[in-house]
């Protein structure tokens, strides 16, 4: 589903987002869960959801992904602004920006491969870690592999300015142990150069520090980690939305950013538009959207 974007009176550029994916790794219903959420969803009683993936563009031409799930194909078809054109193998896909390594955020890759002039931006444990897939890619169409965390950030095609702020613990399960470095997830600041809008993505959230209390502080709207809803979900490297220390709690800290939440394990009620838990999140003011959401900052 694809939802038109309002464009404000005078064709003002803005930041366009679009919520390719909104599920986490396995996407909605997990192939091999029978749990009774996936069971509604197979019964067609809640709806699908595709792999995390998100796309932004300050011009309307230039588009960048965030993350590559591995669903990125299907993710693209059904996004008309993401269509191939206007050359036979041309397309508004610049290049992606990965948040960390884990295999739902990178492996949409290969889907890419062949693409000629792509960039990807990713933190240097990220590219090091992602080293031998990048050698592969390389031979189909070379792409340019750039630091996400670049002191002063950097600036995308279609006027977006980017800062990557580090907010993981650890590397994913296939790199061996490694000393602890925050740098294996960040989240992403975009903002507008033109109009100041800004939002910050960040699928995956360790914990909630004064720092990216911060962040927030700076933003228009914030796509967050919203895996698991409590603790008894709670898997590596995802800060759970309720409980104590919970996501929940923090963001009503931050009243005037438009916050949603992304990111959703197959085992989160919030899933489930008719259940308790979207009752209590929608009502602390945060959004739950579908896959091919779209909005502007």
């Given at each position: 589903?694809?939802?038109?974007?309002?464009?404000?009176?005078?064709g003002a550029i803005v930041v366009r987002v679009v919520l390719l994916g909104t599920a986490a790794g396995g996407g909605?219903?997990?192939?091999?869960?029978?749990?009774?959420?996936?069971?509604?969803?197979?019964?067609?009683?809640?709806?699908?959801?595709?792999?995390?993936?998100?796309?932004?563009?300050?011009?309307?031409?230039?588009?960048?992904?965030?993350?590559?799930?591995?669903?990125?194909?299907?993710?693209?078809?059904?996004?008309?602004?993401?269509?191939?054109?206007?050359?036979?193998?041309?397309?508004?896909?610049?290049?992606?920006?990965?948040?960390?390594?884990e295999p739902h955020h990178v492996a949409g890759l290969t889907v890419l491969r062949g693409a000629a002039g792509l960039?990807?931006?990713?933190?240097?444990?990220?590219?090091?870690?992602?080293?031998?897939?990048?050698?592969?890619?390389?031979?189909?169409?070379?792409?340019?592999?750039?630091?996400?965390?670049?002191?002063?950030?950097?600036?995308?095609?279609?006027?977006?300015?980017?800062?990557?702020?580090?907010?993981?613990?650890?590397?994913?399960?296939?790199?061996?142990?490694?000393?602890?470095?925050?740098?294996?997830?960040?989240?992403?600041?975009?903002?507008?150069?033109?109009?100041?809008?800004?939002?910050?993505?960040?699928?995956?959230?360790?914990?909630?520090?004064?720092?990216?209390?911060?962040?927030?502080?700076?933003?228009?709207?914030?796509?967050?980690?919203?895996?698991?809803?409590?603790?008894?979900?709670?898997?590596?490297?995802?800060?759970?939305?309720?409980?104590?220390?919970?996501?929940?709690?923090?963001?009503?800290?931050?009243?005037?950013?438009?916050?949603?939440?992304?990111?959703?394990?197959?085992?989160?009620?919030?899933?489930?538009?008719?259940?308790?838990?979207?009752?209590?999140?929608?009502?602390?003011?945060?959004?739950?959207?579908?896959?091919?959401?779209?909005?502007?900052?």
């Amino acid at each position: 589903m694809v939802i038109p974007i309002p464009i404000p009176q005078g064709g003002a550029i803005v930041v366009r987002v679009v919520l390719l994916g909104t599920a986490a790794g396995g996407g909605f219903p997990q192939w091999n869960c029978a749990c009774a959420l996936c069971a509604a969803a197979r019964d067609g009683k809640l709806p699908s959801r595709t792999q995390d993936c998100v796309a932004v563009t300050g011009n309307a031409r230039d588009w960048w992904l965030l993350n590559a799930s591995p669903d990125v194909r299907t993710q693209l078809a059904a996004t008309s602004a993401l269509w191939p054109g206007p050359g036979p193998h041309g397309t508004p896909v610049r290049g992606a920006l990965l948040t960390d390594a884990e295999p739902h955020h990178v492996a949409g890759l290969t889907v890419l491969r062949g693409a000629a002039g792509l960039k990807v931006y990713a933190p240097q444990p990220v590219l090091t870690a992602l080293a031998p897939a990048r050698a592969v890619l390389d031979r189909y169409a070379p792409w340019e592999w750039a630091d996400g965390l670049a002191e002063d950030g950097f600036v995308l095609a279609g006027g977006l300015v980017v800062t990557a702020h580090p907010v993981g613990d650890g590397p994913p399960a296939y790199v061996p142990p490694r000393r602890p470095d925050d740098r294996w997830a960040v989240a992403y600041r975009v903002e507008d150069l033109a109009t100041g809008g800004a939002f910050v993505y960040a699928p995956r959230v360790a914990a909630w520090t004064d720092a990216f209390d911060d962040l927030l502080e700076t933003a228009d709207c914030a796509v967050l980690d919203g895996t698991f809803f409590g603790r008894d979900e709670v898997g590596t490297g995802h800060l759970p939305v309720t409980g104590p220390g919970g996501s929940l709690t923090a963001l009503a800290r931050h009243p005037g950013v438009r916050r949603i939440y992304t990111h959703l394990d197959n085992t989160n009620p919030l899933l489930d538009p008719g259940s308790t838990a979207r009752a209590q999140v929608n009502g602390a003011g945060v959004e739950v959207l579908m896959d091919g959401a779209e909005f502007v900052v």
